[in-house]
């Protein structure tokens, strides 16, 4: 909101004028993030869904502890820990996609599965739980860093570089193993799902890694494949000099519950308070 003033001269009026524009933008400034979170699953928009749960690639604060020339081996050993991580999700019209432990799909039912191999640091951040209303239903406010108290979560946040693949899969029939990859293969083979496969870097760019991303296709036992060996290739070279290095917020631990509003309100607290990789 903008406030243009031309040939006025000091007056209570003109200071009542600025008291009103002011409050806007000071509301703006003080406000913190706040989400819903349910005491208890109840539909399925409520419905648990504690655990990892991948995100889209969001931008993280790079400070150095010293004045050495930024490279990717300085980048890299500021990520210590590795891991392969599957997340499931159930996709749902009003609720969009939903995480959770279920490893079978159903016919008539759309999934995501995710493969993730993350070379990453824990981070975090911490929020302020309220007390149950009429509903049975939280607030989760953002907190600063530090704070203490009663009803304080701490959200895990896993920041880092990596590889992901994602099969978008909808069940034509029968049920199918969602917790492996080359099992979904075989049952696109079949015609039992059909489907698409994603592969995407997060935080890893440079000449020679596009041209190893293969383009996104239907899904079958032979892209699979394909899509692994691409993996397996492009994390070959993490450390190579025309690689470039740029760690991102990759997912977040849910130990809230809750569904679609959680993970978006992890999602507004991160973009609010972007995260700081300390690089050694």
Do not use: W
């Not at 020339?69 to 392969?84: F, G, H, S, V, Y």
């Not at 799909?105 to 309220?130: H, M, R």
């Not at 293969?214 to 691409?230: D, G, K, V």
């Not at 000099?241 to 991160?270: C, H, M, Q, W």
């Amino acid at each position: 909101m903008f406030c243009i003033f031309s040939n006025l001269k000091p007056n209570h009026k003109l200071m009542k004028l600025l008291k009103f524009c002011l409050i806007p933008i000071a509301l703006i400034i003080t406000s913190c993030t706040t989400f819903k979170v349910p005491m208890t699953a109840g539909d399925q928009s409520k419905a648990g869904s504690y655990g990892y749960h991948p995100l889209d690639p969001l931008p993280v604060k790079i400070e150095s502890r010293n004045d050495q020339i930024m490279t990717n081996t300085r980048l890299l050993k500021a990520l210590p820990d590795e891991t392969m991580r599957l997340a499931i999700g159930q996709v749902s019209g009003s609720v969009g996609i939903t995480y959770g432990p279920a490893t079978v799909g159903y016919e008539g039912n759309s999934y995501v599965v995710i493969l993730d191999y993350v070379k990453f640091n824990t981070e975090s951040f911490a929020v302020k739980l309220s007390e149950p209303d009429s509903k049975n239903e939280r607030k989760a406010t953002l907190v600063e860093p530090g704070v203490a108290g009663d009803n304080i979560v701490i959200v895990p946040v896993y920041v880092g570089v990596g590889l992901r693949l994602t099969a978008n899969i909808t069940v034509i029939k029968g049920k199918v193993n969602l917790g492996n990859l080359f099992a979904i293969g075989a049952e696109a083979t079949a015609q039992k799902i059909s489907g698409t496969l994603v592969v995407q870097t997060l935080g890893v760019s440079g000449e020679n890694i596009s041209s190893l991303i293969p383009m996104p296709s239907e899904l079958n036992a032979t892209t699979i494949q394909n899509a692994i060996m691409a993996l397996g290739s492009i994390k070959a070279k993490l450390y190579d000099d025309k690689t470039t290095i740029s760690p991102r917020v990759v997912g977040v631990y849910n130990n809230l519950g809750g569904g679609a509003e959680t993970i978006n309100g992890f999602i507004s607290s991160i973009l609010e308070r972007p995260k700081v990789l300390n690089v050694p």
